[in-house]
């Protein structure tokens, strides 16, 4: 059974930094995106951020650019968030999604975390 788990959240003050944590297990990420939603209090999920599985593209949403920045080692990938602000909480969701040829792969094509929750006081 395929999993993602997420790790480092919690509570910080703004200006502060948190890095977060998410490991797949269950099968390799090869050819798989892996990244990060968000969801705050009556919002929908939002992108976040998304590096691609050789970790050579990345691609971050303009609300966080300049202060988060994404990496990965094989199935694990990393948010490393700085100079965080109160708008930044949220519940922070890890994604996978498969970026390979759907013909000669069985779905699913796309795996969910439970989330970790982040909460800055300004």
């Known amino acids: 059974q395929v999993h993602l788990v997420e790790s480092g959240g919690g509570l910080v003050q703004a200006g502060d930094t948190l890095r977060l944590s998410c490991t797949g297990s269950?099968?390799?990420?090869?050819?798989?995106?892996m990244g990060w939603f968000r969801q705050a209090p009556g919002k929908e999920r939002e992108f976040v951020a998304e590096?691609?599985?050789?970790?050579?593209r990345t691609n971050i949403a303009d609300s966080v650019k300049g202060r988060f920045t994404i990496s990965r080692a094989t199935d694990t990938v990393y948010l490393q968030m700085n100079s965080l602000k109160a708008e930044d909480t949220a519940v922070y969701y890890c994604?996978?999604?498969?970026?390979?040829?759907?013909?000669?792969?069985?779905?699913?094509?796309?795996?969910w975390g439970r989330g970790t929750q982040v909460t800055v006081s300004s």
């Open positions: 994604q996978a999604k498969f970026r390979g040829d759907t013909l000669v792969a069985s779905p699913p094509y796309e795996y």
């Open positions: 269950g099968r390799t990420f090869n050819f798989w995106t």
């Open positions: 590096i691609s599985w050789t970790g050579g």
